[in-house]
């Protein structure tokens, strides 16, 4: 399979935990995306690789969210102190370059008790 | 600020109707994507549209994008059971730093009746 793959597709965790998800995207996109999706909105953008820069942040990342591309290829969201609201579906996605089509992966949901 | 608006947002429809869903969006932009998103599940990509006047067609999905209107429809044509599924718009627009970005739309949530 050469989609982009996310890993875990859920998880539960307790108020206060950290939890990491990872972003497998395709092989030769140099672009890639992480989206937060809550019930019933659509995909909000939370931030972008492009290789292994992170280009850009959004205001919904606050600072016990960080992201990393390492090497230019997997990406890992890492949260920390979770909180209930961070209860969400994670999306990530790739593309070759800027201005492309997205390509989604099946996302992380993520359930804070 | 950007806004990419869905409607309806609810549709419930009768098997064999047609109906069309609009997106419109508030800024300059000549690239629209059309989305299918199943219930827990990811984005499924259904049409790219990039231009003024683009149409495409998939089976009995028609999509179409008007750049001086700002507007994209979803047509859909005597709709079975099989398109049931939440329907999404994303607007790709140049922001200041000359990156393109995806805005989403609020989605459209499609129901069909047998």
């Not at chain 1, 999706?37 to 909000?44: A, F, I, N, S, V």
């Amino acid at each position: 399979d050469t989609g982009v793959s996310q890993n875990p597709r859920h998880k539960i965790t307790k108020r206060g935990q950290n939890v990491t998800f990872r972003c497998d995207p395709i092989s030769e996109h140099n672009r890639l995306y992480w989206y937060r999706q809550t019930l019933g909105q659509g995909p909000e953008f939370l931030t972008y690789f492009q290789n292994e820069a992170q280009l850009e942040k959004s205001r919904l990342l606050s600072d016990r969210f960080s992201a990393e591309r390492p090497k230019g290829s997997f990406s890992t969201l890492e949260i920390q102190r979770t909180e209930q609201g961070d209860s969400a579906m994670y999306l990530c996605a790739s593309s070759l370059g800027s201005g492309n089509e997205q390509f989604f992966g099946p996302g992380t949901r993520l359930t804070v008790l | 600020e950007l806004k990419v608006e869905q409607n309806p947002l609810f549709l419930s429809m009768q098997e064999g109707k047609n109906y069309t869903i609009y997106c419109n969006y508030s800024t300059t932009s000549d690239r629209l994507y059309w989305y299918r998103q199943d219930p827990g599940k990811s984005l499924e990509s259904l049409f790219v549209l990039l231009s003024n006047g683009a149409v495409k067609q998939e089976g009995r999905l028609m999509a179409s994008l008007d750049t001086k209107a700002r507007l994209s429809t979803l047509h859909i044509t005597a709709a079975v059971h099989d398109l049931s599924a939440t329907y999404f718009c994303a607007v790709d627009t140049l922001d200041l730093s000359g990156t393109y970005k995806y805005i989403f739309g609020t989605g459209t949530r499609l129901k069909v009746l047998a």
